[in-house]
């Protein structure tokens, strides 16, 4: 079937075996429920782009995709207001391709029970196969055509022992093939384990030359994540030198220049995106922007105005394919302040913003101490002056922990008090005098 291509051996562990904790967490935090069956009582497969309620039917798997994984896209919004086919742009068509490859393996797995025993894996052994390279496919296509769910995981643990099967035992420390090393790939990136993703991905672009531009990209991403702006800038032009066309690094690197102060080489790399990249996303429009404030020059501002002046026209175009605008940046920011007298830009920019709305759900999380909130809380006995949780983190019903050298602020964790410590209260906490605060 060619599914084995050429395989490898290593001096570490096959990238699946080492991060089977990663996985058990990553399960662990799937959130949004789709409903699926292999039951001869129901007649289709149910996922990420099942529409209708189908109640509690007996002998469904709930698959559940993480949090955040299974969202809109853009390119959504495209098909949902019937305007695909008012786009040329290139990007559209491989995400859909890339999703209808990815629904293709998708649905496979759920014809396999989501099980590790032998006996179920020999009998499922091709469609294991086809349904991880089919998804692992899609990822490499357009990763946002491919979401994370807890059966996709269970598919990387059935792939791998399906890898291993035939395999000596002496040998399967480090055996692995092209769509494994990749599968894990995609796992790590998803888990935000950034080091290992781009350990992962250094192994496979070594020894698969052929692997598509785009995953220097994708490693790239990581190296930025990790805050190695030299590496990530490096892999974005090594992207750039395999792949000229493929747009998206130019306006990265547009942007890292621009925060690094570097003026000139920013202009290049916006310009060359309009070079290369399509008129109707936002990147686009984000390069005009950043155009019309880099070339801005108060004795001759025609250039600078005339970038402005188009960025305006193509947000009116993307408008009418996606429905709205794209947000308020601070390229997007500092462009309206250098062409906009200063009380309509105050004006453009507060209607910009878009209104604060706490999420319930997210707001139960904080209340219970599972989840922080990213700043400091003024002193409050009833709430932890690091993330804003009311209770304590694991024990719900004890108060909350207080500072032991002024008794003035409050936490709900150790973490939290260390966090908070070296961020603000170190340099209150000598000069506090102990206050008796009751809650």
């Known amino acids: 079937t060619g599914w084995l291509g050429v395989s490898h051996s290593i001096s570490f562990a096959l990238p699946f075996a080492s991060f089977n904790l990663e996985i058990t967490n990553m399960v662990?935090?799937?959130?949004?429920q789709v409903a699926t069956t292999s039951t001869a009582g129901h007649s289709h497969v149910h996922g990420p782009d099942c529409q209708h309620d189908h109640g509690n039917e007996s002998g469904e798997y709930q698959d559940r995709f993480l949090d955040g994984s299974n969202r809109i896209i853009a390119y959504d919004l495209l098909q949902a207001r019937n305007k695909l086919e008012d786009t040329t742009d290139p990007d559209a068509k491989r995400y859909f391709e890339a999703k209808e490859l990815f629904r293709k393996g998708y649905d496979l797995a759920m014809t396999v029970p989501a099980v590790l025993e032998a006996d179920t894996l020999d009998k499922h052994e091709e469609d294991i196969k086809d349904a991880a390279e089919s998804m692992v496919a899609a990822w490499v296509m357009d990763d946002k055509a491919a979401p994370m769910s807890e059966r996709v995981l269970i598919l990387g643990q059935q792939y791998e022992k399906v890898l291993l099967k035939n395999i000596p035992e002496d040998q399967q420390e480090g055996f692995f093939v092209k769509d494994s090393l990749l599968f894990s790939a995609w796992i790590l990136l998803v888990g935000k384990q950034y080091e290992h993703c781009i350990t992962t991905l250094t192994l496979g672009l070594e020894t698969y030359p052929e692997l598509p531009a785009r995953m220097y990209f994708v490693r790239a991403t990581c190296h930025l994540s990790n805050g190695d702006?030299?590496?990530?800038?490096?892999?974005?032009n090594t992207c750039l030198e395999k792949d000229p066309s493929y747009p998206f690094p130019y306006s990265v690197l547009g942007s890292i220049y621009i925060s690094t102060k570097k003026k000139d080489d920013a202009i290049?790399?916006?310009?060359?995106?309009?070079?290369?990249?399509?008129?109707?996303?936002?990147?686009y429009t984000n390069s005009l922007y950043a155009l019309a404030f880099l070339t801005y020059d108060k004795?001759?501002?025609s250039q600078a105005a005339d970038y402005?002046?188009?960025?305006?026209?193509?947000?009116?175009?993307?408008k009418d394919l996606y429905g709205s605008v794209p947000g308020m940046n601070d390229i997007k920011r500092q462009a309206v302040l250098a062409h906009e007298p200063a009380d309509v830009a105050k004006k453009m920019i507060a209607a910009a913003m878009p209104p604060v709305q706490p999420n319930p759900k997210i707001e139960r999380l904080i209340d219970a101490g599972i989840l922080g909130r990213p700043k400091s809380y003024p002193p409050n006995p009833k709430q932890c002056s690091e993330c804003g949780a009311k209770h304590r983190q694991g024990e719900p019903e004890k108060s909350l922990l207080s500072c032991g050298a002024c008794r003035s602020i409050w936490y709900c964790s150790r973490d939290c008090q260390k966090q908070n410590y070296r961020k603000a209260h170190k340099a209150e906490c000598a000069s506090m005098a102990p206050k008796q605060v009751t809650a």
């Open 28 to 32: 662990n935090a799937a959130d949004t």
């Open 229 to 236: 702006l030299q590496s990530g800038m490096d892999d974005l």
């Open 268 to 283: 290049k790399n916006f310009k060359l995106y309009l070079e290369h990249g399509h008129s109707d996303t936002a990147d």
């Open 299 to 301: 004795n001759d501002n």
């Open 308 to 318: 402005y002046e188009k960025a305006k026209q193509n947000e009116e175009r993307f």
